[in-house]
T-cell receptor, first 112, second 111 residues
């Protein structure tokens, strides 16, 4: 009963380093998305995908790349980490409009 | 773009009712959601309401939607200390599950 699994849970990066946050879901959901949560700002959409091979930008896409080669996985890549990307990142999935959106437990990223 | 606003903080005593308010701007929102986040944890879906409904009740939770005023509220009856958390209101951008979140309301329940 895994649901949405994110790894790693905690990560510290140096400015300029790259890394990938992994997200996997075992519910055969078509829709997946990445959000970042910053204090006092709620969650903001970074990128989303409506199915394998299809991705699009959300509200704050700069500095991030995504791909969706399989239905299960939706990795988020930080190309060259900046302190402004220090945040908590949440992956989410759902089976369609109006259906329950499931969130992962979050990945805490600090860029120094 | 869409905007969702919430008050930042609410403090109540155990046993009282809590009412968390939210306003949104996108009149085309189809679904509106309430999520709960406990410290260091992810988001837990509490309830949601379809835009053609005025009210939805689920055990201790009552959601009221005033579509004319674009106002959503979450009432928690008999609030318990375990209800202390941040509560997020969210509305969906039609079609693709693109949620727009409010800033969250921190609920503190004192004994």
């Amino acid at each position: 009963n895994a649901g949405v699994t994110q790894t790693p849970k905690f990560q510290v990066l140096k400015t300029g380093q790259s890394m990938t946050l992994q997200c996997a879901q075992d519910m055969n959901h078509e829709y997946m998305s990445w959000y970042r949560q910053d204090p006092g700002m709620g969650l903001r959409l970074i990128h989303y995908s409506v199915g394998a091979g299809i991705t699009d930008q959300g509200e704050v896409p700069n500095g991030y790349n995504v791909s969706r080669s399989t239905t299960e996985d939706f990795p988020l890549r930080l190309l060259s980490a900046a302190p402004s990307q220090t945040s908590v990142y949440f992956c989410a999935s759902s089976s369609g409009t109006g259906n329950t959106i499931y969130f992962g437990e979050g990945s805490w990223l600090t860029v120094v | 773009g869409e905007d969702v606003e919430q008050s930042l903080f609410l403090s109540v005593r155990e046993g009282d009712s809590s009412v968390i308010n939210c306003t949104y701007t996108d009149s085309s929102s189809t679904y509106l959601y309430w999520y709960k986040q406990e410290p260091g944890a992810g988001l837990q879906l509490l309830t949601y309401i379809f835009s053609n409904m005025d009210m939805k009740q689920d055990q201790r939770l009552t959601v009221l939607l005033n579509k004319k005023d674009k106002h959503l509220s979450l009432r928690i009856a008999d609030t318990q200390t375990g209800d202390s958390a941040i509560y997020f209101c969210a509305e969906n951008d039609t079609g693709f599950q693109k949620l727009v979140f409010g800033t969250g309301t921190r609920l503190l329940v004192s004994p």
